[in-house]
């Protein structure tokens, strides 16, 4: 079993500044992607921000130059910096990974954190 836990969210003024982790944790021998996805209320989930193992990033238009991912393989870790921040930012952001969990297994898995939410409001 793998779990993907969130930390970091919360409220923010406009222009502001938050940085979102996310851990992942059980039976994992590699992880490939790690990402960013958002979803705000009467919308459909959208990729914010996804890096590959090798470190390649890629970014959603409305976030480049603000946001910035990065990972730390050697703690299965995934940050979002998140700056200048704008109330269309607001979401659920969640974390996702593609992992293959055992040596054995010839494909990988998608698994997804539980959520953690980003307001930005004055």
């Known amino acids: 079993q793998v779990q993907l836990v969130e930390s970091g969210g919360g409220l923010v003024q406009p222009g502001g500044s938050l940085r979102l982790s996310c851990t992942a944790s059980?039976?994992?021998?590699?992880?490939?992607?790690m990402g960013w996805y958002r979803q705000a209320p009467g919308k459909q989930r959208e990729l914010v921000a996804r890096?590959?193992?090798?470190?390649?990033?890629n970014y959603s238009d409305s976030v480049k130059g603000r946001f910035t991912i990065s990972r730390d393989n050697a703690k299965d870790t995934v940050y979002l910096q998140m700056n200048s921040l704008k109330p269309e930012d607001t979401a659920v952001y969640y974390c996702?990974?593609?992992?293959?969990?055992?040596?054995?297994?010839?494909?990988?898995?998608?698994?997804w954190g539980q959520g953690t939410q980003v307001t930005v409001s004055s």
């Open positions: 996702a990974a593609t992992i293959r969990p055992t040596s054995r297994d010839r494909v990988e898995f998608k698994y």
């Open positions: 059980g039976l994992i021998f590699s992880i490939n992607a």
């Open positions: 890096i590959i193992s090798g470190g390649s990033t």
